[in-house]
């Protein structure tokens, strides 16, 4: 399914992942190995 950029951003999925990053809360996420993030 092609959401386009506005339907990818407004996604629960991606919105969880915002809120992730947010809360510094990045295990079990594409993010967790990332080196801006340690």
Known sequence: ???GI???WH???YQDLR???LNN???GTAC???M???
Request: glycine fraction near 4%.
């Open 36 to 38: 801006y993030y340690t």
């Open 19 to 21: 809120q992730a990053m």
């Open 25 to 27: 809360k990045l295990e």
């Open 6 to 8: 506005m339907g990818v």
């Open 1 to 3: 399914k092609d959401l």
């Open 11 to 13: 996604s629960q999925k």
């Open 32 to 34: 967790e190995d990332c």
